[in-house]
Nanobody, 115 residues
Framework: QVQLVESGGGLVQPGGSLRLSCAAS????????MGWYRQAPEKQRELVAS???????NYADSVKDRFTISRDNAKTTVYLQMNNLKPEDTAVYYC?????????WGQGTQVTVDS
């Protein structure tokens, strides 16, 4: 079993930045992709950004040019750098790790953008 531990959420003013981290409890083989989703109150969970095992990046249109996903060389930690945050970015952010055998989720970390 793999545990995903997220950190880095919090309260930030509009225009500010946060960096989320998601660390896997062990190294994993057969990774398909790692990604970040978010869910705002009364809304469906949506994909924010992802990175495939080969390094292909994908972003939601709403965060392009503001958010950057990256990972460490061991592929056990994925990051989400969020710049120029807006109130509509407020949500619980979830880390996701998809392998050829299983789909893992983090517990979620709250991001609140408010003045």
């Amino acid at each position: 079993q793999v545990q995903l531990v997220e950190s880095g959420g919090g309260l930030v003013q509009p225009g500010g930045s946060l960096r989320l981290s998601c660390a896997a409890s062990r190294s994993i083989s057969s990774i398909v992709f790692m990604g970040w989703y978010r869910q705002a109150p009364e809304k469906q969970r949506e994909l924010v950004a992802s990175i495939t095992n080969r390094g292909r990046l994908n972003y939601a249109d709403s965060v392009k040019d503001r958010f950057t996903i990256s990972r460490d060389n061991a592929k056990t930690t994925v990051y989400l750098q969020m710049n120029n945050l807006k109130p509509e970015d407020t949500a619980v952010y979830y880390c996701n790790l998809l392998t050829s055998r299983a789909n893992y989720w983090g517990q979620g970390t709250q991001v609140t953008v408010d003045s």
